[in-house]
């Protein structure tokens, strides 16, 4: 059955360093999700992209936050300088169709700010 | 603006007696609902969903929920709980008819005793 993955599945860096969280969506998939759970916390969405551009984002989803599908089957989250308080774990999805709500999450990758 | 509630972060059954998982919603449009499972160390995993039409939906694993718009409540229930089921359930709604986007409860962790 297809899936999402996620790499790696856990990271720990330093405070202020640059952090790349990758996902391999499902292949026929056009819509492309990273949402967040920080821990004991709500699933928080952050952005959403299709055709090569961002459709949505949130209100934390801010210049520190990048995306990007530079090759056609990844799909990379890029944090520039981390803070603690990114530390979360870091869910991908993709979907078939924008609105049907049946998006297919990967395993998630935990990120952990020292 | 959409919003998930759901009542009881935490709730204990009896293997074989019903389950029952709480969620009211918010939503200025009308609502598409989901039920997201999430087993220890996975990604969510789509349960059920109702778009439109009937309003008792059925989903994977002998998991259904109904729609009742005049309560704003989509609880979730399976008559005869199963080891198996121990999870961490999220219900969601769409939070955008554009980008697909969910909004998602705070989560309810389901534990089954023997």
């Known amino acids: 059955e297809p899936e999402v993955t996620q790499t790696p599945s856990h990271q720990v860096t330093q405070m202020g360093q640059e952090v790349i969280l990758r996902c391999v969506p499902i292949?026929?998939?056009?819509?492309f999700y990273w949402y967040r759970q920080i821990l004991g916390q709500k699933v928080e969405f952050l952005v959403s992209?299709?055709?090569?551009?961002?459709?949505?984002k949130s209100e934390i989803f801010d210049d520190q936050f990048s995306v990007e599908r530079p090759d056609g089957s990844n799909f990379t989250l890029k944090i520039r300088s981390t803070k603690l308080e990114d530390s979360a774990m870091y869910f991908c999805?993709?979907?078939?169709?924008?609105?049907?709500?049946?998006?297919?999450f990967g395993e998630g990758s935990r990120l952990t700010v020292l | 603006a959409q919003s998930v509630t759901q009542l009881g972060s935490h709730v204990s059954v009896s293997e074989g007696a019903l389950v029952l998982l709480r969620c009211n919603y918010s939503?200025?449009?009308?609502?598409?609902l989901f039920w997201y499972v999430q087993y220890p160390n996975q990604g969510l995993q789509l349960l059920l969903k109702?778009?439109?039409?009937?309003?008792l939906v059925k989903g994977i694993n002998g998991f259904e929920a109904e729609f009742k718009k005049s309560e704003t409540s989509f609880h979730l229930t399976k008559p005869s709980a199963h080891m198996s089921d121990a999870a961490e359930y999220f219900c969601a709604v769409s939070g955008s008819s554009n980008t697909g986007k969910l909004i998602f409860g705070q989560g309810t962790t389901l534990q089954v005793k023997p």
């Open positions: 992209f299709y055709n090569n551009e961002i459709s949505e």
């Open positions: 999805a993709s979907s078939a169709l924008q609105n049907t709500g049946e998006l297919f």
């Open positions: 292949s026929n998939h056009l819509y």
């Open positions: 939503s200025s449009v009308p609502p598409y």
């Open positions: 109702y778009t439109t039409g009937a309003t």
